[in-house]
């Protein structure tokens, strides 16, 4: 079974923390990986892409992605209570992607 | 104004009814999905199409049927084999399936309840 793995959490972290948020995957040929931001009744909405090892910043998110370790992780900088919400990492290779199950941040003012 | 669009937003199912939830997209996408949540779950893959004409089950298709006879449409029917339909349907689309292409973008939901 092909597994995409996160800590349910929450992680709380006050405002202005870095917010650090992690995945692990079981499927050594995946390819893209994706965080997605859901708040509560909502539809996820795209954070961030990666498909390469390394680092990749958007504004205050960086996305990290290391193949041989199949973990990828996703650093929020200067969070803010309006990041309060469930972020799920998303992976695979060609067609079926699969979810996590999110890890629940709540930013306290 | 493009987008997907997911309808109704909200829908009930008496015991032993089918019911089908609507997904339209104007974006051109090749690919479309349909996921389920349950509370305070992840998403979990229900069927995917990569073309007209083609689809492929996703972890939990069992209770559930799709068609794709439009690029633009990717109906999920819910039948009465599926015995706990109750649940937040998401479905989503994307350019292609490689790289860049395989980011999805998602409709607002159904929430599905049982009467």
């Known amino acids: 079974q092909k597994e995409v793995e996160q800590n349910s959490g929450p992680l709380s972290v006050p405002e202005g923390a870095i917010a650090s948020l992690n995945c692990t995957y079981s499927?050594?040929?995946?390819?893209?990986f994706f965080w997605y931001r859901q708040y509560s009744g909502k539809s996820p909405e795209l954070i961030m892409s990666?498909?390469?090892?390394g680092d990749k910043e958007d504004g205050r998110f960086t996305a990290q992605l290391n193949k041989a370790s199949q973990y990828v992780s996703l650093l929020i900088r200067d969070s803010q209570p309006s990041d309060s919400a469930t972020y799920l990492c998303l992976s695979g290779n060609t067609g079926k992607l699969i979810f996590g199950q999110g890890t629940t941040l709540q930013v306290k003012p | 104004d493009g987008g997907i669009t997911q309808s109704p937003k909200y829908l009930f199912r008496k015991e032993g009814q089918n019911v089908t939830l609507s997904c339209e997209q104007n974006l051109n996408h090749d690919a479309m999905y349909w996921y389920r949540q349950d509370p305070g779950q992840g998403l979990r893959l229900i069927y995917y199409s990569q073309i007209v004409n083609d689809f492929q089950k996703g972890d939990i298709a069992e209770g559930y049927s799709v068609s794709r006879e439009k690029k633009e449409s990717f109906p999920l029917t819910v039948t009465s084999a599926q015995k706990n339909p109750t649940a937040f349907y998401l479905c989503?689309?994307?350019?292609?399936?490689?790289?860049?292409?395989?980011?999805?973008?998602f409709g607002a939901g159904t929430r599905l309840s049982v009467l």
């Open positions: 989503a689309s994307s350019l292609g399936t490689r790289g860049s292409k395989n980011i999805q973008y």
């Open positions: 990666i498909y390469s090892n």
């Open positions: 499927d050594r040929v995946s390819q893209s």
